[in-house]
């Protein structure tokens, strides 16, 4: 036996030469010193460290279990790259495990505890000034470290540091553009630990995993490095083997829950008029064999698997559609963000570094990436029609009640509807036959816009609205008329809807927000906790007030007649939009999208004007049961712009 392999006598000496070598080679693959693709031979390792090969072949297959390195063939490895599937899981594993330290830690933190956190913000912040990036991603695991052994928590702490190389292996891969972001959110949630506020940690600490979350998707993104991400759910059939959609291996963990293969989900019937489309199914939906997530982790884990397919999903299936995945939703479909703390914020291929909008957001990315053809959704107060207009789509919310909703998860029943989203009208005039057969088909030949409801628009976007709504009406030979509401009207009937929805929304889900507490996003659970706070009175009287507004508006409309609305407050924000900003946009967004939902009318949004490059959709809605109208006038509409152009 050689002097290496003398040195490894004892079981002692040699579990403490694996763990060196493990050590070693892991921080020089997290720190980027090996690159991915790196060839690792047990001979030059063994040499470099003086070891014998036993240690050094128990060191790599380790780092192999944990995903630094990767068998080429039997007797070739090499330093793997950054796996997204493993990527997702351990975003959510942080969303869960950290949010639980961040509130310990400001609940349990010593005097000594909260100065050092503060010390390691003050030198991240420096080291950051200095543009020393290097030196971040060990102050970040410093950082998160000190956070776990402040919750007075081994176990927490011992979770933490498992993942914490990985941790630090992500963050350095975004370093470049997360580093300023990343460390003012660092200074926040330290600020709430030392303050004392486990509240406040909690959702700061949830904001920071997110952030970093759709840093790293937006990188995969940009580079098309994205590999297949695994599922949530344990479908075997989706994590075996890669699979193409158009020929692309981009697989965004922000789209999809359960991902396109190589076999649908669900085949669609032979012959059928919807014969190879390709359908993306919000997560609300029941499909059978499969389990239903609503955009949130914790209720997934908890629901078995569905004993049937939601008819709403069988009748496109029996048209001979194929649903090829599980498309992602905000968390119950209580936003119109389209931004998903858990899952992370899809792409916007219409308008790059936008958000795509909500809730139906992993449908409307799906079509509008290519992924799919037809995206299957949900619109409560513009969950379809937003990210239409976002993302340069057709969104259409059907008539309330005119499309079956059973193995549907609901929000606000009052309110809720299918809807479709398609990148040209010719399919969802197809799907609307399939899903909605006896709708009318009156042709449209009288506009109407409601000046109430827009008091909120930019000037320049009000601009674009009127000036599309009066071309629309000469090209179809349609006449443009005002409604006359008072604003203060405008806002009781939108106060009014407002109350129906968060009362339902609760009524719904109170059970599982109240059972659960940090399950949802802090803004998610806020407005859930708005419905828990109303009483049977408030409720009572806001009913009474939609009725009235419903027959008010109904008294508008005819056969033949159209509002003619923009589908959003302006065009789609940025990703980076601050959250008192965008506050202002949901606000002005809901202002106009309510109205369609609170008439149960159909309603459909075209991408018929821009703003700069952006898109802006224009809402068109009408009597309830005439959706086909709608649709015919959005291909005159289409048939009109591809002249003119």
């Known amino acids: 036996m050689s002097s290496r392999e003398d040195h490894d006598g004892g079981t002692g000496a040699l579990s403490s030469f694996v763990e060196t070598v493990t050590r070693e080679l892991r921080q020089q ?23 014998s090969r036993v240690p050094v072949r128990e060191a790599l297959r380790i780092l192999e279990g944990e995903g630094f390195v990767r068998t080429r063939s039997p007797r070739v490895r090499v330093v793997a790259g950054v796996d997204d599937a493993d990527a997702g899981d351990l975003f959510d594993v942080r969303s869960t495990v950290e949010t639980l330290t961040a509130a310990r830690a400001a609940e349990h933190a010593t005097d000594e505890q909260r100065a050092w956190l503060h010390a390691i913000v003050q ?3 420096e080291r950051l000034l200095r543009g020393e990036l290097e030196a971040l991603p060990g102050l970040n695991a410093r950082l998160h470290t000190a956070i776990a052994s402040a919750a007075d928590s081994p176990m927490l702490l011992g979770l933490v540091n498992q993942i914490m190389p990985k941790v630090t292996w992500y963050y350095t891969a975004v370093v470049g553009e997360r580093a300023l972001s990343s460390w003012r959110e660092h200074a926040e949630l330290a600020a709430a630990i030392v303050a004392g506020d486990a509240d ?12 970093t979350r759709f840093a790293y998707l937006d990188r995969t993104l940009r580079t098309a490095s994205v590999t297949a991400t695994a599922p949530v759910e344990e479908d075997a059939a989706r994590s075996a083997g890669p699979a193409t959609i158009d020929g692309s291996h981009r697989r965004d963990h922000a789209v999809w829950r359960v991902r396109p293969a190589a076999v649908p989900l669900l085949r669609g019937a032979r012959g059928g008029v919807l014969g190879g489309a390709r359908v993306a199914v919000k997560d609300l939906y029941a499909l059978r064999g499969h389990a239903v997530g609503a955009g949130n982790p914790v209720f997934l884990s908890r629901a078995g698997r569905e004993d049937s397919t939601a008819p709403a999903v ?4 029996d048209a001979g559609a194929d649903v090829v995945g599980i498309a992602q939703c905000d968390e119950f479909a209580f936003s119109i963000a389209g931004v998903n703390e858990h899952y992370g914020v899809p792409v916007n291929p219409r308008a790059p570094g936008h958000l795509v909008g909500g809730s139906s957001s992993g449908p409307a990315a799906a079509v509008a990436l290519g992924q799919a053809d037809l995206g299957l959704g949900t619109d ?6 937003v990210p239409a207009a976002y993302a340069g789509l057709y969104g259409l919310r059907t008539t309330h009640g005119s499309v079956d909703m059973a193995g549907v998860v609901p929000l606000a ?15 969802l005039s197809r799907a609307l036959d ?11 030949t009288r506009l109407l816009m409601v000046p109430a409801l827009m008091r909120r628009l930019p000037q320049h976007v009000l601009r674009v609205v009127r000036e599309t709504a009066e071309s629309l009406a000469r090209g179809i030979g349609a006449e443009l008329d005002l409604v006359q509401l008072t604003e203060e009207t405008a806002r009781g009937w939108y106060a009014a809807f407002r109350t129906v929805q968060h009362a339902e929304a609760w009524a719904c889900h109170g059970a599982f927000v109240e059972a659960n507490p940090g399950a949802l996003a802090h803004q998610a659970e806020e407005r859930f906790l708005a419905g828990r706070a109303l009483d049977a009175a408030q409720v009572d009287a806001a009913r009474e007030s939609v009725e009235a507004a419903r027959a008010a508006v109904l008294t508008w409309l005819a056969p033949g ?3 003619a609305l923009p589908a959003t407050s302006g065009p789609p924000p940025r990703r980076d939009t601050p959250n008192d900003e965008f506050g202002f946009t949901r606000q002005a967004t809901l202002e106009l999208t309510f109205l369609p939902s609170l008439a149960g009318l159909p309603a459909l949004t075209a991408p018929l004007a821009e703003v700069g490059t952006l898109p802006l959709g224009i809402t068109l809605a009408t009597v309830p049961g005439h959706d086909r109208g709608l649709v015919d006038l959005a291909r005159r509409a289409a048939r009109i712009q591809q002249a003119a152009s």
């Not at 406040?200 to 952030?211: L, N």
């Not at 409560?380 to 029609?385: E, F, I, K, L, P």
């Not at 399939?434 to 449209?444: M, R, T």
């Open 123 to 125: 030198e991240g912040q």
């Open 561 to 563: 007649t159209a509002l």
């Open 380 to 385: 409560t107060a513009g969950s379809v029609r």
């Open 200 to 211: 406040e940690a909690r959702h700061r600490m949830r904001e920071h995993v997110a952030g």
């Open 29 to 51: 693959i997290v720190s980027g010193r090996l690159a991915v693709g790196t060839r690792l031979t047990e001979r030059s390792i063994a040499e470099e460290f003086g070891f």
């Open 434 to 444: 399939v899903i909605a057969p006896d709708s009318a088909s009156e042709p449209i």
């Open 413 to 427: 029943p009052s309110f809720d509807a299918v809807g479709l989203l398609t990148r040209e009208p010719e399919l």
């Open 314 to 317: 069988q009748a496109l299936v």
